[in-house]
């Protein structure tokens, strides 16, 4: 009986023995599995050093170049044109001209015996020239007068057009003073081109029409250069062209075209 009493409690030790020893080995096996787990969230340790790049700076802002003034006395006709108060390559409206009523102005050409108002819409070249949309008003520096008037219908205000020349005087009569204007050019154009009515690099008057005569194919265009102003009186002499010149005026039978191999018809001939 003593004897199988031993034998039970040497086995119930080994048994614990067992349990113990397996318990230690399950904690080591855990320990291992939680440092390898830690491991895996760091990147491993570089095996040699990298050289740093030095920080590149920004390369220094240059400062802003001001727009060179043109020089009067020698323009340069490549150069770009700029203006602060007038664009030079677009079509706008001013609030000048978008107040501007019909009779304001008033448009004198003594070699072609115009004296006539200026009316404020498009729509009414029936009645008499008009101010283009697109035009500006005199007095402002740059300002191009752009009108347009019909050739050969309702008044024919221009059809003598082709005849203005060198030396011709023309006059805007607005907000009590004398805008007078002396010939530049003539050009033709085609319908689609507005670039006569852009802002100019210089105070102009432009007027234009259809061409040739009868017809709406092209665009004739008059440019003259604001010469002087003066205040309004009712004593100004209105001179047709400029002192030393003598020209029969454009209605006369001899008076000659601004270029006569372009001529767009005798004149005297209205339809």
């Known amino acids: 009986m003593q004897q199988s009493e031993k ?5 119930r030790q080994r048994k614990f023995s067992n349990r113990k020893i397996a318990s230690w080995v399950l904690l080591i096996v855990g320990i291992g599995l939680l440092v390898s787990s830690a491991r895996s969230l760091f990147p491993p340790a570089p095996t040699h050093t990298e050289p740093i790049a030095p920080v590149q700076s920004a390369p220094p802002v240059q400062p802003v170049q001001p727009i060179p003034e043109k020089s009067e ?4 006709p490549n150069a770009l044109l700029y203006d602060k108060d007038f664009l030079k390559d677009k079509l706008y409206v001013t609030q000048e001209r978008a107040d501007y009523q019909a009779g304001q102005m008033v448009l004198k050409i003594p070699r072609m015996g115009l004296d006539i108002e200026i009316q404020a819409r498009e729509s009414d070249m029936d009645i008499g ?8 008003l005199p007095g402002a520096k740059g300002c191009n007068v752009s009108i347009g008037a019909h050739r050969d219908i309702k008044g024919s205000h221009f059809y003598f057009i082709h005849k203005l020349t060198a030396g011709d005087l023309f006059y805007l009569i607005y907000n009590e003073k004398i805008y007078v204007y002396e010939y530049k050019d003539t050009k033709v154009v085609e319908p689609s081109d507005w670039g006569p009515i852009y802002g100019q690099d ?6 234009i029409s259809c061409t040739p005569i009868g017809t709406s194919r092209q665009r004739i265009v008059v440019r003259s250069q604001l010469k002087e102003t003066v205040p309004y009186t009712d004593h100004y002499v209105y001179k047709p ?6 020209k029969p005026y454009a209605w006369e039978h001899n008076a000659r075209s601004w270029d006569e191999p372009l001529q767009d018809g005798p004149a005297g001939d209205a339809q």
């Open 7 to 11: 034998q039970d409690s040497f086995g």
């Open 202 to 207: 210089f105070d102009c008057l432009t007027m």
């Open 73 to 76: 006395s020698s323009p340069d």
């Open 241 to 246: 062209w400029v002192e030393g010149m003598d």
């Open 129 to 136: 020239p008009v101010l283009f949309d697109y035009s500006q």
